[in-house]
């Protein structure tokens, strides 16, 4: 199966203060001839950013990736651990024996 994928830098302003920049973020698309404005929404959508004021896309690029779901999510299988310890009333701490 065919899937395509677009890598971007973004930036994003929110109503209420603040901002968020990536640099190569990656994001699934439909097809390769997807607009900007579809790449925004679904990059806000897939991070479930809430009251986004504006979202600024450059060195977008789509690109087709042959990949099964499998394989795609096969990461997650391993590191389903968590990566800190927390217990009621006590700050994080990483996990013993990891660094």
Known sequence: MTEYRASFDATVTFANG??????GFRVDVPDPG????????LFVASLGLLMTESVSLSNHLCCQQSTSAASRFAWLARTRRPMVTVSPGSRARPRAGRS
């Open 18 to 23: 603040g901002g968020l920049a990536v640099h």
């Open 34 to 41: 997807i607009d900007e404005a579809g790449i925004a929404a």
